[in-house]
């Protein structure tokens, strides 16, 4: 199973697939895993992303525009397998297109596609029992958030079903970029790390260096979404891949070589 | 997906909590203090006292004699909600979870709105209880319901417009949620239909009881039996389940909901869940969506905007399937042409909503017979609806 973090800190990238073409998409996904992004976080669009802050709603709008699916994220997840067979490949998703893509069915097709893991961000551990024998059956990794409001025996429950890592949010809100890391993280972080031995990725609002850095401190991975989004966005569709090339090499300090990992 | 769950909150398969997990502590909270609540003899005294002094409770059961002899058939009662302070059955809810509010210390109330009555009557509560107010409205919503925008903000709350999606009331809800998912320590989310993660579904419906606990008695006290009907509009559904859930056990009286048929079948021209979606999750509850074969919420359309939503509360989607209740839907033009009727023979407007529910009425009345008896939920006035009216009954024109 793909998902594992070589370098600390490890970096998760997010990217709304089909924003703003399924073309592009793939090339952006290819220059980030190229780049040095451990994991992808393959984002299907979905019309009510209550979770997330402007900039993911508007990829959402873009890639719903061009008509992207569940079924074009799947296919572009098996072609990045095919090419990237080491890198981490996640299907990030709200939970109503899975249900009408019918959840075995959804399952089947992403552990065909070579997919690790799911996270549905409106999923919880209290609704996931059908969820979770599902993507067991699949060899899935079930992916939940862990929130800075959720009490210990929450924390214990979420670490207890999840695998691959866990998500800690940095923070209440939703996702976007911010200026500061508040402190919720690391409390967050260090709760987490009394239920679980997984690897405890920190996501929502890291967007530079320095927060890149700052999460290395007390977490073993990062997650980037928004601002890989909003690189996207500004760059345009041709400039995108080595823009995020760039962006990506950029929070890692230009350690890493842009050559093709053969992990 | 068949459900199974640890959670409470579930009506057959439907309801539950499909949320972020950041706000799953704050909706264990409201839970928590609900049930304390519920329990405690003051707080229902409390309620009870501000449903009566101030919102004006009970509210009639009036027996409409005109209608009933223009439309030839069964007895119309209608169950008088537009006559509550602030015009509709909101007020009920806001009362209720307004003193949850201030029992749980939370200062601050957020809320959604579609044709702005639950904004009115959530503004309303919070200038009363002295909690600060900010209310999200889709933009399109906005416009086609101005003067409940002048009402909240008359009443100090601050309007927040929404233009992401439909610009109605499900973007009104997401951006609602967002708000919360940021602010959930400070904040109270006052969800104002019968829809949402739980325990919203069940207490929004607790809120609403009165409507059927009153209508039952004095239907019994006018009449001496027990109704052959009972129809109201259906758009979260919140009126509709407050007019319902104290006959659910009389298993001879019909519960009718009326959907919006807006223009018509096709997908995006109306709100009729049942006949146009299937089952899914929108804004944390597992009921009835209207969707794409992708999964994508489709857009909607009525003339009204109370009834825009593209899902519908839990509890109906049960009461569907157990045929215990009867969905059904009636188009923009039928519900115009039943407000015109409904003002004419008996001197009543009512909300562009609730005239969903006597359009209904207008089709089946007249195949019953004398001795049948249907009481219509007005779950609203028309005071809000003049300028939809005005154009679309071409009421400046010289007639």
Redesign the interface.
Known sequence: MPIQFADKPGLVAYLTVGDPDLATSHNIALAAIDAGADVLELGVP??????D?PVI?RASERA?RNGT???DVLALAANLRRERPGAGLIIFT????????G?ENFCAAAEQAGVDGVLV????V??A???LQALHRHHLAPI????????DE?LAR?AAVSRGFVYA?SR???TGAQKSLTADAEDLVLRLRRFTHLPVAVGFGISTPEHFAAVGEFADAAVVGSAIVAAIEQAGPKDAPSSIARFIQGLRGGIRETTAPAR | ???????AGRFGPYG???????????LDELEHAYAEAQADPDFHLKLDELLRDYAGRPTPLYFASRLTERLGGAKIYLKREDLLHTGAHKINNCLGQALLAVRMGKHRIIAETGAGQHGVATATVCALFGLECVVYMGEEDMQRQELNVYRMRMLGAEVRGVS??SRTL??A??EA??DW?????TTYYLLGSALGAHPYPTMVRDFHRVISREARQQILEKENRLPTAIIACVGGGSNAIGAFYEFIADKDVQLIGVEAGGRGPQLGEHAARFSGG???????TYSY?L?D?????ALTHSVSAGLDYASIGPEHAALHDSGRAEYTSVTDAEALEATLLLARTEGIIPALESAHAVAECVKRAPKMSADDIVIVNVSGRGDKDMGILAKELKLSGAE
Do not use: C, W
């Open positions: 979905f019309s009510d992303p209550l979770a802050g709603q719903l699916s569940l079924r709200y939970l109503n297109p899975v249900l009408r893509f959840l961000t409106d999923m919880i209290e609704e029992s059908e969820y939940f958030l862990a929130a800075p409001t959720s009490p929450r979420i949010i209440t809100g939703i | 997906m068949a459900v199974t769950t640890t959670i539950g909590r499909y949320v972020p997990e950041t706000l799953v502590a704050a992401s999606g499900k973007d809800i997401s949620m967002r998912v940021t602010n959930v320590r299937a089952p899914g999750v929108l804004q944390g969506v969707q074969d992708n999964g994508q919420i």
